[in-house]
């Protein structure tokens, strides 16, 4: 991996500590202690260090800058480590090159290779200070300071700002939510880092009751419509319950116990702002025929575009989220007895929920996509436990060993293929559907189709849900188009015009009263 570590995405809510730095970035210990001698900024001044994801990424998003732009005081570019580093001061040679300018020649403090450089006045001056032992060997980097209040300040512009004061105690919430998702973890995170940023960095330990009420107010002002920095009222009755359960864990917390513990009734919302959020919005989704000519219509002459269709056809066919899609292995698709087999262990399933799902019952075409789709993997060498939609690179490149094994070729990281994926399909179409929408379309089917409730339950379980209500709430629902005209249909008698028949119309419904008649008799 390139030492500019462009590779590496840290979560910007989150609080590190060394050794998950350490992990992150398959680095050692002194590393990190360096990047903290070139001024990278840590969450305070106790150890062990924290640090927040936004302040890391930045830092290594300033360094790349720096190695396409003038550089600071005393820095020298690594070609090796491809940033911008201050160097070992013990190792700083002075030199005289032949047309009389003053040389530098240094080692990297990362990968010890040798740096140069032509040196002006200012570094000179530098060096030498860091040179005398009465002088703090990080004078080369006071770019980005913590100043009083726990507030990162920054000479740079269009740095972020944010606060650090409670940084230590998140991160130990961070570790007490180890049970939740990652996801899960997020939304908590952001919730709790939208208080923190309302009250200005308030430590959490002096909270009181006035604070809670005034964001209650933030978040009351920001349920109007017309508001700049409005947020739905989803995202706001969200916010407020992940508060709830962060501020229940910190009262119990050393420290913290003092703090009101009747907080959840300031926080309390309107019934008009949680009535809002009840109100589930109406979602764009395609019929299954619909469906079944935007993939008769998909292009099928590369192996891209095969794995297109396939992940196109699946979506409809288990009913199945995009993240779950991509992380299938081959063997997860059962051709024999016609089933998906969702292993939580191994594919990325929403909640960690394992199950079996059987094909549902949609035109044909689907099935023989994905079928097809298998057979493709199948003729190129893939086995079973190779991804069952590789990224594009193993499909031009398959890398195959001597002694006929091969490297088992991974799911996709991302859903990025899905996204593509449905925008090929939609690419001629007046609507242009995500690749959740899917499941609405068999979510809606159920609905169409006359099954009794036992078959209904079975439907709703078969797509994930545990409660028929999921599926009623949530996905197809009914359009105001399509309300609008089932109402309009009720009670109106629907007469048939003899002339508008055909002479075999006409033969059935004559052959239906004699059967009747004879019935009768």
Request: proline residues 3%.
């Amino acid at each position: 991996m390139s030492r500019s570590y462009k590779g590496v995405t840290l979560k910007k809510h989150r609080v590190y500590s060394v050794q998950q730095l350490i992990a992150a970035y398959s680095v050692t210990a002194n590393t990190v202690s360096n990047w903290v001698g070139e001024g990278l900024r840590t969450s305070d001044h106790q150890r062990p260090y924290l640090f927040r994801g936004e302040a890391v990424q930045e830092f290594h998003r300033e360094k790349r800058k720096r190695v396409q732009s003038n550089f600071r005081p005393g820095e020298f570019q690594c070609r090796i480590c491809q940033t911008a580093v201050f160097p070992r001061t013990e190792t700083v040679v002075d030199c005289v090159a032949k047309n009389g300018k003053h040389m530098y020649s240094a080692e990297c403090p990362k990968c010890l290779s040798k740096l140069k450089k032509i040196s002006a006045e200012t570094d000179r001056d530098l060096v030498e200070d860091c040179r005398n032992p009465n002088t703090p060997t990080d004078c080369l980097h006071e770019g980005n300071t913590l100043v009083r209040g726990g507030i990162w300040m920054s000479e740079e512009k269009d740095v972020p700002v944010f606060h650090a004061k409670n940084d230590r105690i998140i991160h130990q919430w961070q570790t007490y939510a180890g049970s939740y998702s990652e996801k899960t973890i997020d939304k908590h995170l952001a919730a709790i880092r939208f208080f923190e940023d309302y009250l200005e960095g308030k430590p959490f330990a002096k909270l009181m009751i006035n604070d809670f009420s005034a964001v209650r107010d933030e978040l009351k002002r920001r349920a109007a419509v017309k508001a700049t920095d409005s947020m739905s009222a989803s995202t706001i009755k969200h916010t407020v319950s992940h508060l709830g359960t962060f501020f229940d864990w910190l009262l119990k917390q050393d420290g913290y116990r003092r703090l009101p513990r009747d907080f959840a009734g300031y926080l309390k919302l309107p019934k008009a702002v949680v009535a809002r959020s009840a109100q589930v919005k109406q979602r764009k989704f395609p019929s299954l025929l619909e469906a079944e000519k935007l993939l008769n219509a998909m292009p099928s002459k590369s192996l891209v575009d095969l794995r297109a269709r396939a992940l196109f056809a699946l979506a409809f066919l288990g009913a199945l989220r995009a993240d779950t899609l991509v992380s299938l292995q081959i063997k997860h698709f059962d051709i024999q007895r016609r089933r998906i087999l969702q292993d939580a262990r191994v594919v990325r399933a929403k909640a960690g929920k394992s199950l079996a799902i059987i094909w549902f019952q949609i035109p044909k075409v689907f099935e023989d996509v994905v079928v097809g789709w298998v057979d493709v993997l199948q003729g190129l060498g893939f086995s079973e436990d190779d991804a069952l939609f590789p990224d594009s690179k193993y499909l031009k490149h398959r890398i195959d060993v001597n002694d006929g094994k091969a490297a088992t070729v991974p799911v996709m990281s991302t859903t990025q293929a899905v996204t593509e994926a449905f925008a090929i399909a939609c690419h001629n179409s007046d609507t242009k559907y995500t690749p959740h929408a899917a499941k609405h379309t068999i979510g809606a089917e159920r609905d169409i189709r006359s099954l009794t409730h036992e078959e209904r339950k079975a439907w709703s379980l078969n797509m994930g849900h545990e409660s028929e209500r999921t599926t009623e709430r949530h996905y197809g629902t009914m359009s105001d188009g399509r309300r609008f005209e089932v109402l309009e249909s009720i009670g109106i008698k629907k007469t048939i015009d003899p002339r508008n028949l055909s002479e075999s119309e006409k033969a059935k419904i004559f052959d239906g009263i004699l059967e009747a008649m004879g019935d009768n008799a």
